[in-house]
């Protein structure tokens, strides 16, 4: 039904766009560009890859809503929408299961400032016009009973849905093979700029590539790109999250999951979720850790989630811990995605998407798939134009420096 697509010479060499990072990011863009006829080219030693692969895959719009991040919310409720009908155009295109699933979410509260926080929650996300629902401690326990006795009430909502994000990454990757997405895998070390416009990139491999657009989607590296002009590079900043993922037994024949839904609280100040999937995997996450580049998975990190995690759920302990692992938040500075052009004509971003990269990669790709074939980013996506972050707005100064920097 979906034969392999043959890339033409010219789509090889010249596509019209190039896009720079193949995590989800990349790969939705890829995608969705060659979905409006644009011949797309990736450039990434290892598609598929980056911060999804330790990703819990919540679709969080709303337990994760923060104060002034309102204008955020309206692009995270656009990309939820979106999901059941983009996981099974997916799913169709690439033959691949994403694991999206409608199990909605629980934020409780373990003591008397967290319930207290939560109240403060609940009251925000109701004068958002958002629903969700405020639980007593019992009833919490009455939806989900491997609760700790001491759950002091929590917030019910049944829109935050889960996706497995490796799932989706390798759906993209396919899906994007089989609409005649080319991928280069190697490291880009330098876009190229000629006559004030990104004409394509070198990459390690020693390829040059020229293409129409450039779409930067390197997740947390995107920032250290070289060749980039710095009043262009866009101010992204890794936030390293570690993540544990355990098996939960197979449920007796007629009875109930460890947990039917993802449970999340805030444990001594920081996030805390347990993200179940239907084949059994339990996915513990995360520290928020500011130390750049680094992935090391600690023995702390591990303490802390675990005892957290037992703190919530103390039947987890039980339960085989399967894999450690941490991956890089790409950060802006007001915490929401940079999308669509820079001042540096021909270049485009697609990066910043912090703790919501799963959440927004439906609507991320469709923005960038309009901007790239029309030149205009759609109504849900300007207030997230990279041009907010920088002074000269649309404009930038004939003598703008190229930085050596990193490859991405
Ligand atoms: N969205 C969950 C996280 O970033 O940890």
Known sequence: MHPPATPSAAATTHPDVLVIGGGIIGLVTAWRAAGRGLRAAVADPAPGGGAARVAAGMLAAV???HYGEQTLLGLNLASAERYPRFAAELEESSGQQVGYRRCGTLAVALDADDRAHLRELHALQTRSGLDSQWLTGRECRRLEPMLAPG???????DGDH?????RLASALLIACERAG???HRSWAERLTVHGDRATGAELADGTRLSAGQVVLAGGSY????????????????????QVLRLRMPEPPRGGSPLLSRTVRAVVRGGPLYLVPREDGELVVGATSEELGWDTTVTAGGVYELLRDAHELVPGITELPLVETCAGLRPTSPDNAPMLGPTALPGL??????FRNGVLLTPVTGDAMAEVLATGSLPEEARPFSPARFSATAGSRPESARAPQEQPV
């Open 222 to 241: 995107s920032g250290r790109l070289a060749g980039v002009p710095e009043d262009v590079l866009p101010p992204v900043r890794p936030v390293k999250g």
């Open 162 to 166: 889960q996706v497995d994000p490796r």
């Open 348 to 353: 485009h971003l697609a990066t910043g998407h």
């Open 181 to 183: 997405v080319t991928f």
């Open 151 to 157: 759950v002091r009430g929590g917030l019910r909502v």
């Open 63 to 65: 337990t994760e809503l």
